[in-house]
């Protein structure tokens, strides 16, 4: 297998991908002088991947939290000892982390870089842990689990996303919760292991001040055992969409009443196309509420929001959203304003050509700006890349996009869209 070298006009050096005869997909981004190297190595498994069809036809569902208590585990070593130190004694630094839709391993170092990234294999391709340990294992997550049900702004995301998707594994923490941990044990794990954990699922993206052909060769050298399996995954992701919860609320130890509005998107996204239609949705809500709109400026001025005010957008294939979070004096009006105006965008004040090249200019600034730090390159790659379409595709895309494919793209999300909001109150 070669690399493949793909050019960019902004960009100074090539990037590198291509798949091994295993299936995993390897993508080498070189950074002439950088001191810092980082390395990703990235899995198809997330939180929502409870409930799947096995390539044999056998429907299996699982507890919540497999994913993140499975992202835990895989850093204990065969003599029960932490991953974590065998890096640090190399002089790099590991993390790890889990999405709705994805798993990801990492690590940085400004020294060794070999034995760094043969470890970031290694631990994706063996367990070690026990039942004796995963038991252990329950209380520190439970505690994690805890930790962020302390936190307002966790559990108005939570809150708002169990309006739009009721009793699905996207309305639960990614971490699970205090009785799904309960019911994980060694088995599921490595059920689950074996079923997602395998090359033709997993992308390893390494950046830095790099030789290629050298890191190619080290790579191939860790993966010539590691065959994998190749036979195709049959992974019920849809998430199912049950009735809407329009309006919710609780009580809890807040200065300022939280809001949380959610757009559950109905409408189908074309395979591919999920960038696309994330940067469209984008720069739609940014015209109507982001900070350069009349809107914000007005709701802001007369103190009905303040910059807590934020917008996230998901979009997969199975499932899309956008959820808009602020702290507000005024909760209930604040919410049907903006609601309206989401609706209603068609003709609005703020969706302009001016606003919309105004908008253009500053996401390409500060994306290119972006990429001259290696942890943004690594951690929004594997965040936003398909087969067909990378973020070094979006400089291109910036340029070229017109409003009216953004507006086709709202009008699209919008007419279909369902709507809630959740509102934590001080108690």
């Given at each position: 297998m070669k690399l493949i070298e793909k050019t960019y006009p902004y960009l100074n050096t090539p990037i590198y991908q291509g798949r091994l005869e295993n299936g995993l997909r390897i993508v080498l981004i070189p950074k002439k002088d950088f001191h810092e190297t980082y390395a990703i190595m990235t899995v198809e498994f997330g939180s929502v991947d409870n409930e799947l069809t096995t390539s044999d036809n056998r429907k299996r569902i699982y507890p919540v939290g497999v994913a993140h208590f499975l992202?835990?585990?895989?850093?204990?070593?065969?003599?029960?000892?932490?991953?974590?130190?065998?890096?640090?004694?190399?002089?790099?630094?590991?993390?790890?982390y889990t999405s709705f839709n994805?798993?990801?391993?990492?690590?940085?170092?400004?020294?060794?870089?070999?034995?760094?990234?043969?470890?970031?294999?290694?631990?994706?391709?063996?367990?070690?842990?026990?039942?004796?340990?995963?038991?252990?294992?329950?209380?520190?997550?439970?505690?994690e689990i805890e930790m962020y049900a302390d936190d307002s702004d966790h559990r108005l995301y939570l809150g708002i996303l169990k309006g739009l998707y009721p009793n699905t594994s996207l309305a639960e923490d990614i971490a699970g919760t205090r009785d799904s941990i309960q019911e994980i044990s060694a088995?599921?794990?490595?059920?689950?292991?074996?079923?997602?954990?395998?090359?033709?699922?997993?992308?390893?993206?390494?950046?830095?001040?790099?030789?290629?052909?050298?890191?190619?060769?080290?790579?191939?050298?860790?993966?010539?055992?590691?065959?994998?399996?190749?036979?195709?995954?049959?992974?019920?992701?849809?998430?199912?969409?049950?009735?809407?919860?329009?309006?919710?609320?609780?009580?809890w130890e807040v200065?300022?009443?939280?809001?949380?509005?959610?757009?559950?998107?109905?409408d189908v996204i074309p395979k591919g196309k999920e960038q696309y239609y994330q940067i469209c949705l984008s720069f739609l809500l940014s015209m109507l509420i982001g900070r350069t709109s009349k809107?914000?400026?007005?709701?802001?001025?007369?103190?009905?929001?303040?910059?807590?005010?934020?917008?996230?957008?998901?979009?997969?294939?199975?499932?899309?959203?956008?959820?808009?979070?602020?702290?507000?004096?005024?909760?209930?009006?604040?919410?049907?304003?903006?609601?309206?105006?989401?609706?209603?965008?068609?003709?609005?004040?703020?969706?302009?050509?001016?606003?919309?090249?105004?908008?253009?200019?500053?996401?390409?600034g500060e994306f290119i700006n972006g990429l001259n730090s290696s942890e943004f390159t690594v951690g929004y790659f594997v965040n936003h890349f398909s087969e067909t379409e990378s973020i070094f595709d979006i400089p291109e895309l910036l340029i070229s996009l017109k409003l009216e494919e953004v507006l086709d793209i709202g009008r699209q999300f919008m007419s279909q869209c369902d709507v809630a909001d959740f509102i934590i109150f001080p108690k």
């Amino acid at each position: 297998m070669k690399l493949i070298e793909k050019t960019y006009p902004y960009l100074n050096t090539p990037i590198y991908q291509g798949r091994l005869e295993n299936g995993l997909r390897i993508v080498l981004i070189p950074k002439k002088d950088f001191h810092e190297t980082y390395a990703i190595m990235t899995v198809e498994f997330g939180s929502v991947d409870n409930e799947l069809t096995t390539s044999d036809n056998r429907k299996r569902i699982y507890p919540v939290g497999v994913a993140h208590f499975l992202e835990h585990k895989l850093f204990e070593t065969a003599d029960s000892g932490d991953m974590l130190h065998e890096f640090a004694v190399y002089g790099a630094n590991a993390n790890a982390y889990t999405s709705f839709n994805q798993t990801s391993y990492l690590f940085s170092t400004t020294g060794e870089l070999r034995r760094p990234l043969e470890l970031l294999q290694k631990m994706v391709r063996e367990v070690h842990f026990t039942e004796e340990s995963v038991e252990r294992e329950k209380e520190i997550i439970v505690q994690e689990i805890e930790m962020y049900a302390d936190d307002s702004d966790h559990r108005l995301y939570l809150g708002i996303l169990k309006g739009l998707y009721p009793n699905t594994s996207l309305a639960e923490d990614i971490a699970g919760t205090r009785d799904s941990i309960q019911e994980i044990s060694a088995t599921t794990l490595r059920e689950n292991f074996q079923q997602f954990y395998r090359p033709n699922a997993m992308t390893l993206v390494v950046t830095g001040d790099i030789d290629i052909h050298e890191v190619f060769g080290w790579i191939c050298d860790d993966q010539a055992e590691n065959q994998g399996i190749q036979e195709e995954r049959q992974i019920a992701t849809q998430v199912v969409k049950g009735a809407v919860s329009e309006h919710g609320k609780e009580y809890w130890e807040v200065g300022l009443p939280k809001l949380a509005i959610g757009l559950r998107g109905n409408d189908v996204i074309p395979k591919g196309k999920e960038q696309y239609y994330q940067i469209c949705l984008s720069f739609l809500l940014s015209m109507l509420i982001g900070r350069t709109s009349k809107r914000y400026q007005t709701l802001y001025e007369t103190n009905k929001i303040d910059h807590s005010l934020s917008v996230h957008i998901e979009v997969q294939q199975g499932y899309h959203f956008v959820v808009v979070t602020g702290d507000t004096a005024e909760p209930i009006t604040v919410s049907s304003q903006l609601r309206k105006a989401f609706l209603n965008f068609d003709g609005d004040e703020d969706v302009t050509q001016e606003h919309f090249q105004i908008l253009k200019n500053e996401m390409y600034g500060e994306f290119i700006n972006g990429l001259n730090s290696s942890e943004f390159t690594v951690g929004y790659f594997v965040n936003h890349f398909s087969e067909t379409e990378s973020i070094f595709d979006i400089p291109e895309l910036l340029i070229s996009l017109k409003l009216e494919e953004v507006l086709d793209i709202g009008r699209q999300f919008m007419s279909q869209c369902d709507v809630a909001d959740f509102i934590i109150f001080p108690k």
